[in-house]
T-cell receptor, first 116, second 113 residues
Framework: GNSVTQMEGPVTLSEEAFLTINCTYT??????LFWYVQYPGEGLQLLLK?????DKGSNKGFEATYRKETTSFHLEKGSVQVSDSAVYFC???????????????FGTGTLLAVQP | EAQVTQNPRYLITVTGKKLTVTCSQN?????MSWYRQDPGLGLRQIYY???????DKGDVPEGYKVSRKEKRNFPLILESPSPNQTSLYFC????????????FGPGTRLTVL
């Protein structure tokens, strides 16, 4: 079945450090891939997405490239800030062969803590 | 303001006492969904609804019920809560399906004693 695997956290970085959070997936059909972010005490919100192979999603300095050959969608940011401290979730939604999609499958989440 | 609202935000109850968590969205979205978030398990889908009167089970539906009588509302019902339903619950909605951006509510922290 479809699944998403994220790197274990927490990830602790100093401000202005480079960030990578790994995400790999298993899916049938043609998945779309997402990164959602959850700030402390809030619900999740979409950070970026990619709908087909080689697409790059980007937002707020974060980016991720849909790599079909390695089934990966790693999240990167060149210089993190304290305000980026949050839990990051990788997710996929698989439309299947000509069918509708009805589920979003999440990874377990990676806590990022950025220290000043 | 476009939003998803949930009530209550916090609830402490006892085993077996029926409860309802309400969810409402003002964006005319067709798709709505309930998730629970547990440490180390991420978000798991409980139920979802593709439109009015159309609901289906997610990955962890046992012990929960839902209804979708109106487009904007999607209440989650626990007929006989048990301690293993202690969790953080999120309602979400999107325009048509999960490929569209999902908008999440602020969450409901439920404790069942």
């Amino acid at each position: 079945g479809n699944s998403v695997t994220q790197m274990e956290g927490p990830v602790t970085l100093s401000e202005e450090a480079f960030l990578t959070i790994n995400c790999t997936y298993t899916a049938t059909g043609y998945p779309s891939l997402f990164w959602y972010v959850q700030y402390p005490g809030e619900g999740l919100q979409l950070l970026l997405k990619a709908t087909k192979a080689d697409d790059k999603g980007s937002n707020k300095g974060f980016e991720a490239t849909y790599r079909k050959e390695t089934t990966s969608f790693h999240l990167e940011k060149g210089s993190v800030q304290v305000s980026d401290s949050a839990v990051y979730f990788c997710a996929l939604s698989d439309r299947g062969y000509g069918g509708a999609t009805n589920k979003l499958i999440f990874g377990t989440g990676t806590l990022l803590a950025v220290q000043p | 303001e476009a939003q998803v609202t949930q009530n209550p935000r916090y609830l402490i109850t006892v085993t077996g006492k029926k409860l309802t968590v309400t969810c409402s969205q003002n964006m005319n979205h067709e798709y709505m969904s309930w998730y629970r978030q547990d440490p180390g398990l991420g978000l798991r889908q409980i139920y979802y609804s593709m439109n009015v009167e159309v609901t289906d089970k997610g990955d962890v539906p046992e012990g929960y019920k839902v209804s979708r009588k109106e487009k904007r509302n999607f209440p989650l019902i626990l007929e006989s809560p048990s301690p293993n339903q202690t969790s953080l619950y999120f309602c979400a909605s999107s325009l048509r399906d999960p490929l569209d951006t999902q908008y999440f509510g602020p969450g409901t922290r439920l404790t069942v004693l």
